[in-house]
């Protein structure tokens, strides 16, 4: 018997491995996680010093259960800098769901007449705004401690275009107040970032336009939030199981893995549809169907709701 046939087997454990090692790493998404981390590598002390910088953090609240949104499927997340509390939506019964900084349900009011909504964002003086994938809109309306229900036919609603996009459309929404801009993130296909100007509250000047960079090598967008501190933005992909940071230029500083083992995780998180930033810089994350994390610099101690 040839020699050479003897050796077979050993060249072809040695391809199933490498083949292996490949499907897992791509299943895992180490591949983004990688390309993300050499550019970690080449950024100064002072660059780190002045980003969020994700590496630091470690989770202090994971996968807290929400109460009574356990079929629900929460999506999004936005942080309220005048109540000290933290807004999500729910998309297979449409609500607004108001949190604690904990993860506690404070009020779940419903959304009347809105067909999937996917972001919610806290605007200024008040309002806030969602975005409803389905419909392809941004609804604009005042939220106070009396609001009991949202029928979107009294709120400033406006169509968002790509009529084509069916489920993959503006997933992400956040106000930047320092630079007095909505950013929305299309989810894919194809994956894009957008701003558009205006005032935080009904008036919005020209049209959106896409920001650079905005592909990002993610594999989908969830959620975006703005940084009041540094002015840098977290965009999160549930496909990726990442948590990224870019800068005003939009270029990528620093991410967190979403894979159990990383940054303090048990566990990997299902499917991670939200992120919020307080103006402490602690990060809050919702989690389909109704999950909450809480991630701090260090892994202090977890804020009581």
Same mark, same amino acid.
């Given at each position: 018997?040839?020699?050479?046939?003897?050796?077979?087997?050993?060249?072809?454990?040695?391809?199933?491995?490498?083949?292996?090692?490949?499907?897992?790493?791509?299943?895992?998404?180490?591949?983004?996680?990688?390309?993300?981390?050499?550019?970690?590598?080449?950024?100064?002390?002072?660059?780190?010093?002045?980003?969020?910088?994700?590496? &630091?953090?470690?989770?202090?609240?994971?996968?807290?259960?929400?109460?009574?949104?356990?079929?629900? *499927?929460?999506?999004?997340?936005?942080?309220?800098?005048?109540?000290?509390?933290?807004?999500?939506?729910?998309?297979?019964?449409?609500?607004?769901? *108001?949190?604690?900084?904990?993860?506690?349900?404070?009020?779940?009011?419903?959304?009347?007449?809105?067909?999937?909504?996917?972001?919610?964002?806290?605007?200024?003086?008040?309002?806030?705004?969602?975005?409803? *994938?389905?419909?392809?809109?941004?609804?604009?309306?005042?939220?106070?401690?009396?609001?009991?229900?949202?029928?979107?036919?009294?709120?400033?609603?406006?169509?968002?275009?790509?009529?084509?996009?069916?489920?993959?459309?503006?997933?992400?929404?956040?106000?930047?107040?320092?630079?007095?801009?909505?950013?929305? &993130?299309?989810?894919?296909?194809?994956?894009?970032?957008?701003?558009?100007?205006?005032? &935080?509250?009904?008036?919005?000047?020209?049209?959106?336009?896409? %920001?650079?960079?905005?592909?990002?090598?993610?594999?989908?967008?969830?959620?975006?939030?703005?940084?009041?501190?540094?002015?840098?933005?977290?965009?999160?992909?549930?496909?990726?199981?990442?948590?990224?940071?870019?800068?005003?230029? &939009?270029?990528?500083?620093?991410?967190?893995?979403?894979?159990?083992?990383?940054?303090? %995780?048990?566990?990997?998180?299902?499917?991670? *549809?939200?992120?919020?930033?307080?103006?402490?810089?602690?990060?809050?994350?919702?989690?389909?169907?109704?999950?909450?994390?809480?991630?701090?610099?260090?892994?202090?101690?977890?804020?009581?709701?």
């Amino acid at each position: 018997m040839p020699l050479s046939f003897l050796r077979r087997p050993r060249w072809l454990a040695c391809l199933f491995l490498l083949t292996a090692l490949i499907a897992g790493g791509r299943a895992f998404h180490l591949d983004d996680q990688a390309r993300i981390w050499l550019r970690e590598l080449t950024l100064s002390e002072a660059e780190r010093a002045a980003s969020i910088w994700l590496p &630091g953090y470690q989770a202090v609240i994971q996968a807290k259960p929400l109460a009574g949104l356990d079929e629900d *499927e929460t999506s999004d997340l936005s942080y309220s800098p005048t109540s000290g509390t933290l807004f999500t939506v729910t998309g297979r019964n449409p609500k607004l769901v *108001e949190l604690s900084l904990s993860g506690e349900v404070l009020r779940s009011i419903p959304l009347r007449g809105f067909a999937n909504p996917e972001g919610v964002a806290v605007l200024a003086d008040g309002h806030l705004a969602i975005t409803d *994938e389905r419909r392809r809109t941004l609804a604009i309306f005042t939220l106070d401690a009396q609001t009991r229900e949202i029928d979107v036919a009294q709120t400033q609603e406006i169509d968002l275009g790509f009529p084509d996009s069916g489920n993959k459309g503006f997933e992400g929404v956040a106000w930047d107040p320092a630079r007095q801009r909505l950013l929305l &993130g299309k989810e894919r296909s194809p994956l894009s970032v957008f701003s558009w100007p205006g005032n &935080g509250a009904t008036r919005f000047a020209g049209r959106m336009q896409p %920001l650079p960079n905005d592909s990002l090598g993610l594999r989908n967008l969830s959620a975006l939030s703005v940084d009041p501190r540094t002015g840098h933005t977290l965009v999160l992909s549930a496909q990726s199981r990442l948590l990224l940071e870019l800068d005003e230029e &939009g270029e990528p500083v620093s991410f967190i893995s979403l894979i159990g083992g990383f940054n303090g %995780l048990d566990n990997r998180i299902p499917r991670a *549809e939200g992120v919020a930033i307080d103006e402490q810089g602690t990060i809050y994350m919702v989690s389909e169907p109704n999950l909450f994390y809480v991630f701090r610099r260090g892994g202090e101690a977890a804020a009581e709701g």
